[in-house]
């Protein structure tokens, strides 16, 4: 009786054993593409703001299973996935947490740019064992917008087209920051930032760095780089413009120069302002020019140095490195001694002008001054002066 008993038993379990290992048969057969949850469709996703995005989908009803969650572009099928990752828990958990850097690695792959918003298709894959589905027609799309950057910085930047200067190249210069108190003035270039002094006519012009790479200038004072895309930038109202672009911003400015004077002051007599012009290529001069040197029979002394104005009425001061030109007995002797250096808001008439040689250079003669606000020449913008008998 008891051996009759436990054969049946035996044979219960035996077919409960068997009917489980045929239910999770069938499981494995019966595995489906979960819903997606999370992002929605046309999420947007800026990864300016340094957010991780979790992605959420429908838990598999078909026992243990991995996920993966397979990332394309806006034309790609799935079929070979831009990339891949692994849901969160080693692949058991229906979501997955992605920081930036990730996701900014997926939307370059997909062909996104930086400054730009790119659609990148996502869905999931889930395994079990040798089993696997993907639904690509339920497949969702993000749009990634990367932060407008640009790596590595450039070193040398041009100009070139229809606008520019006789057609021509125009290089850029390493910017140098404009100083706003008095005293020696920092004579550093700005990292990362380049500007040019030059005179545009009406067309089109292009910018383009030192790994031909193209940039657009947009409304709004935004730069964005297009790569090996040529760019093409509209040109203003014809005149002499400054231009600046920051690299580590992305911004760019244009400022039209009205005019560029010399200031003129001897110290016994009356301040006098003469318009200079403009040359070409950054330079702008005044030739044969009839300045004054006061002279009270004991004591010789003039000075002066170039006020810009701009477009929008502001005023500039390219003047001497120092408040005082206390070195004007022997200028060769300073090698800074000509270079020019920007300041602006400074209220002392007198301060950062250049005096003339012993204070009596050029008495009774005819003066001529060219300044070079460009790095053809020299690595520093710089003026010359000359004078000649009348």
């Given at each position: 009786m008891k051996r009759i008993l436990y054969l049946l038993m035996t044979a219960v379990l035996a077919f409960a054993a068997t009917a489980c290992d045929s239910e999770d048969s069938d499981n494995r057969s019966e595995i489906s593409a979960p819903k997606l949850y999370f992002p929605r469709d046309q999420y947007a996703i800026d990864l300016s703001t340094g957010l991780s995005v979790i992605f959420e989908w429908e838990s598999s009803s078909a026992g243990s299973?991995?996920?993966?969650?397979?990332?394309?572009?806006?034309e790609g099928d799935f079929s070979n996935p831009a990339y891949v990752a692994t849901?969160?828990?080693?692949?058991f958990e229906p979501s997955l947490e992605l920081e930036t850097s990730t996701l900014s690695t997926i939307v370059s792959l997909c062909g996104g740019l930086p400054g730009q918003t790119t659609p990148v298709k996502w869905t999931v894959r889930t395994i079990q064992g040798l089993n696997q589905v993907v639904d690509t027609q339920n497949a969702r799309t993000i749009l990634i917008t990367r932060p407008n950057t640009?790596?590595?910085?450039?070193?040398?930047?041009?100009?070139?087209?229809?606008?520019?200067?006789?057609?021509g190249e125009i290089k850029f210069n390493a910017a140098l920051?404009?100083?706003?108190?008095?005293?020696?003035?920092?004579?550093?270039?700005?990292?990362?930032?380049?500007?040019?002094f030059t005179k545009l006519t009406a067309g089109n012009f292009t910018v383009k760095d030192n790994l031909d790479r193209y940039y657009a200038l947009e409304e709004g004072g935004t730069i964005r780089c297009t790569y090996t895309e040529v760019s093409e930038n509209t040109a203003p109202a014809e005149g002499i413009y400054w231009i600046y672009i920051n690299f580590n911003t992305m911004k760019w400015t244009m400022t039209r120069i009205e005019k560029v004077e010399f200031w003129n002051h001897p110290w016994f007599g009356a301040a006098s302002l003469q318009?200079?012009?403009?040359?070409?290529?950054?330079?702008w001069e005044l030739v044969d020019f009839a300045w004054v040197i006061s002279d009270d029979g004991q004591r010789t002394d003039t000075r002066y140095y170039f006020i810009v104005t701009y477009e929008d009425?502001?005023?500039?001061?390219w003047s001497f490195w120092d408040d005082d030109c206390r070195n004007n007995a022997t200028p060769?002797?300073?090698?800074?001694f000509y270079n020019i250096y920007r300041f602006s808001g400074l209220t002392d008439e007198w301060a950062?002008?250049?005096?003339?040689?012993?204070?009596?250079?050029g008495i009774n003669q005819l003066a001529t001054f060219r300044i070079h606000m460009n790095n053809t020449d020299k690595a520093d913008y710089y003026h010359e002066r000359s004078f000649r008998d009348k």
């Open positions: 299973v991995v996920y993966q969650v397979l990332f394309d572009s806006e849901s969160d828990s080693n692949g640009v790596d590595p910085l450039p070193t040398t930047l041009s100009l070139q087209g229809s606008a520019s200067e006789n057609q920051p404009i100083g706003t108190t008095l005293g020696q003035h920092i004579a550093d270039r700005e990292q990362g930032a380049m500007e040019c318009e200079m012009t403009y040359t070409g290529n950054g330079v009425e502001s005023t500039e001061r060769e002797a300073d090698a800074k950062h002008s250049w005096k003339s040689k012993n204070d009596n250079e």
